[in-house]
């Protein structure tokens, strides 16, 4: 019955690694949304202190492996079929060592864009390095980001945000920016297809051809989903989601 959740741990383990190695130094627990199709962190005793006493339990011994440096705790949550799995994901050191948050996690042999069906990873990886150069970069949340966002409960993104670095994601993700909200304890990772430049800023057309393209080519693909947004945030935040939610239901 959660054979589909299983694969989730294989098919996305590259992106696990990624985002816990930009993380690492908190520890966290890691949790990929179905629905939402985003990994998201956890602080390790706010995660522990929602689950049930024999989670619990389970959590602490694979915890120990965490703290070893050994392996990353990882979740799989489908709250439409109300399924709840976790895995512990191994840490090869030289691999983790060697992985740069920058490059796609495969790289097919005697192919010149390394496998990439929406990206050219060329120009893809050069725009990263001219951003890294200009940062740190304005930008603002588009309208479906600041809804998404929101619901995250993510708060106070009408100001401008800081573009604090740019790395790349591979072709599901694309280039994505890390920005830290203004007053917010939220570390987000989001796609530069859910940004709005700073018009004025020099780069801002050569970005704009980036996005226009992307978009593009995730159409021909058939993608019916938009761009996600990769998010850490504190568990403090799902709590004020969840109460916000079944205070609107009375």
């Given at each position: 019955m959660t054979e589909y959740l299983d694969k989730i741990f294989e098919k996305h383990r590259m992106n696990f690694l990624k985002l816990y190695k930009v993380s690492k130094d908190k520890k966290p627990i890691l949790l990929f949304d179905v629905q939402e199709q985003q990994i998201y962190a956890y602080p390790y005793d706010e995660f522990k202190m929602e689950m049930s006493p024999k989670?619990?339990?389970?959590?602490?011994?694979?915890y120990q492996k965490v703290l070893a440096g050994t392996h990353i705790v990882a979740f799989a949550r489908d709250n439409e079929?109300?399924?709840?799995?976790?895995?512990?994901?191994?840490?090869?050191?030289?691999?983790?060592?060697?992985?740069?948050?920058?490059?796609v996690a495969?790289?097919?042999?005697?192919?010149?864009?390394?496998?990439?069906?929406?990206?050219?990873?060329?120009?893809?990886?050069?725009?990263?390095?001219?951003m890294k150069a200009a940062l740190p970069?304005?930008?603002?949340?588009?309208?479906?980001?600041?809804?998404?966002?929101?619901?995250?409960?993510?708060?106070?993104l009408e100001q401008n945000l800081q573009i604090k670095d740019v790395l790349y994601m591979g072709d599901e993700a694309g280039i994505c920016c890390h920005i830290n909200p203004?007053?917010?304890?939220?570390?987000?990772?989001?796609?530069?297809?859910?940004?709005?430049?700073?018009?004025?800023?020099?780069?801002?057309?050569?970005?704009?051809?980036?996005?226009?393209?992307?978009?593009?080519?995730?159409?021909?693909?058939?993608?019916?989903?938009?761009?996600?947004?990769?998010?850490?945030?504190?568990?403090?935040?799902?709590?004020?989601?969840?109460?916000?939610?079944?205070?609107?239901?009375?």
């Open positions: 989670g619990q339990t389970v959590l602490e011994n694979q079929q109300r399924r709840l799995i976790s895995s512990l994901i191994k840490i090869d050191q030289e691999e983790f060592d060697q992985i740069v948050v920058n490059e495969t790289k097919p042999p005697n192919d010149n864009n390394l496998g990439l069906k929406i990206d050219n990873y060329r120009q893809a990886m050069e725009l990263v390095e001219k970069i304005s930008a603002s949340p588009n309208s479906d980001t600041k809804i998404s966002l929101h619901k995250q409960g993510v708060r106070n203004e007053n917010s304890q939220n570390f987000l990772i989001v796609s530069l297809t859910q940004l709005i430049i700073d018009p004025l800023h020099p780069m801002v057309e050569e970005i704009t051809v980036y996005q226009v393209k992307r978009t593009v080519q995730l159409t021909k693909e058939n993608k019916q989903r938009k761009p996600k947004a990769i998010t850490v945030r504190t568990k403090k935040n799902r709590k004020k989601k969840a109460r916000a939610k079944k205070s609107s239901n009375r």
